[in-house]
Each structure stands twice: as structure tokens, then as C-alpha cells.
């Protein structure tokens, strides 16, 4: 079976990644522009076209985001931004408000010389009153996930793994491209840098 190239500088997700498909991954590192966009679905889709353009290969690339219930779901797609100011802040800024309800999503994006597949994983949960944990990365410190009472970075990566957005649209991928595919047969990891 030829591996998927999954197009991401970022460790971690690659690692979800690697612990959720069912077949080899390759990662693929490119330096691609994120366009400002103000959904998480255009910022994947454009990635992705870039992507294929470079590789002239098939492969998938994500974009994620933490939506909040109380802000009308911002920061979305900008969830990077507020980052930089720091969880605390983020946690800070839902004080004044009752609901503190949030979706964790991710958007994967395949793309290939006919088209593109896209499709979404969302969670539902909590942003925690202030961050916690040490595990994970990005935001992880800060979303509790529905029916749980620990954020994703209080948890293993196995615990993350098994519940996470990221898992609900890897999953969503496979049966879109590969909808009779069985147990994973095995998995082999290969990494690729590109300028």
C-alpha cells in the first residue's frame, strides 16, 4: 500500500496522525502560506491546493481550530493568534460569561489531480477556568473535552488519541477514500523535508 503523504511542520499532529490511520503516513514538511480566512475549511482547502501544487502528488493537509460558544464560535480558524497572548488570557476572557461551552475541530483536506476531499472532525466541550497540564500542544491546556473533567494535555496521548477531533476526521478520511478498509495492516512512518 503507498503511504499517504500528510503535508505538516508540526509534531504533534503528526503524531496523532501516525497513532490513528490505518496504513503508512508520510510526513511531508513544506513551508506553505496560510492565507487569513474565517473559516478553518478555506485555510485547509488553500493549503491543500498549494500543496499538491509543489508535490504534484496526492496528499492531505489539516488546519485546526477551537471554536467558543459564548464569542458565536471565534476565534475559529484565528485560534493561532490568540495563542500567542497566551492560554491564560483565553481563559481569562470567558470569565465574564456563564457558557464556557467549545468545539475543538479539525479539517483535513485531500487533494489529488481530480479534486479535493474535505472533511471535519469536531468535539465538543469546555474550556477549563484556567490551563492545565502538560501534555499535548497548541490549546490543549485549555479544552476539556465532553464527559470528561481533565483537558487533552492532562491526559495520555493514548486518552487524547482515542476521543480527539483529530481522530473523528482522520477517521471521517478513511472511510471517504478507502471505505472498505480494514484493521490497520500496519503502519510505516517516513518523513520528508522540503524547502
Known sequence: MEALLFVTSSDG???????????????????????????????????????FARLNRPCVVEDAGLELSAWGGLPGAYVKWFEHTGLEVLCRALDGFEDR??????????????????????????????????????????????GHDRTFAQMSAQEKDAIS?????WEAL??????????????????????
Open 13 to 51: 499532529k503528526f503524531r496523532e496522525a501516525a497513532s490513528i490511520w490505518k496504513g503508512p503516513l508520510e510526513r511531508v514538511v513544506l513551508d506553505l502560506p496560510e492565507i487569513q480566512a474565517a473559516t478553518i475549511e478555506e485555510i485547509a482547502r488553500a493549503k491543500g491546493k498549494e500543496a
Open 101 to 146: 461551552s467549545a468545539f475543538a475541530v479539525s479539517v483535513l483536506c485531500r487533494t489529488d489531480s481530480s479534486g479535493e476531499t474535505i472533511v471535519t472532525g469536531r468535539l465538543a466541550g469546555r474550556i477549563a477556568p484556567r490551563p492545565a497540564g502538560e501534555g499535548g500542544f497548541g490549546w490543549d491546556a485549555i479544552f476539556i473535552p465532553g
Open 165 to 169: 477531533h483529530r481522530r473523528k476526521a
Open 174 to 195: 478513511a472511510e471517504r477514500i478507502h471505505p472498505t478498509r480494514g484493521e490497520r495492516a500496519g503502519s510505516g512512518l517516513l518523513e520528508t523535508k522540503l524547502s
